[in-house]
């Protein structure tokens, strides 16, 4: 049984930090992934990042600021986000995908599982 479980969402000032965290069970995929989600928008990709290797890519909107990580021993993906903006305020997903990782796989439907999101609120 596959299950993500997300934590590390809150309340920040622009230009404040949170760490998003990412707990993995079950069997593992080739890819890893954060995306996020506002009221009214389409889910977005943000960072990916494989198991093996450490293949990543980023949102260009996020370059510079955020930082995917994972910890393959606790089986634990982590988004790093700095310099937080009003803008990037949604519910941020991980997700998991069979395929190898590229700078292509950004679709959702791509990734078969998803943890149950957790709010990120940047106020001004």
């Known amino acids: 049984q596959v299950q993500l479980v997300e934590s590390g969402g809150g309340l920040v000032q622009a230009g404040g930090s949170l760490r998003l965290s990412c707990a993995a069970s079950?069997?593992?995929?080739?890819?890893y992934a954060w995306f996020r989600q506002a009221p009214g928008k389409e889910r977005e990709f943000v960072a990916s990042i494989s198991w093996i290797g450490s293949f990543i890519v980023y949102a260009d909107s996020v370059k510079g600021r955020f930082t995917i990580s994972r910890d393959n021993a606790k089986s634990t993906m982590y988004l790093q986000m700095n310099s937080l903006k009003p803008e990037d305020t949604a519910v941020y997903y991980c997700?998991?995908?069979?395929?190898?990782?590229?700078?292509?796989?950004?679709?959702?439907?791509?990734?078969?599982?998803w943890g149950q999101g957790t709010q990120v609120t940047v106020s001004s």
């Open positions: 079950g069997r593992t995929f080739s890819t």
């Open positions: 997700a998991a995908s069979p395929f190898p990782n590229s700078v292509v796989l950004r679709a959702p439907s791509r990734y078969d599982y």
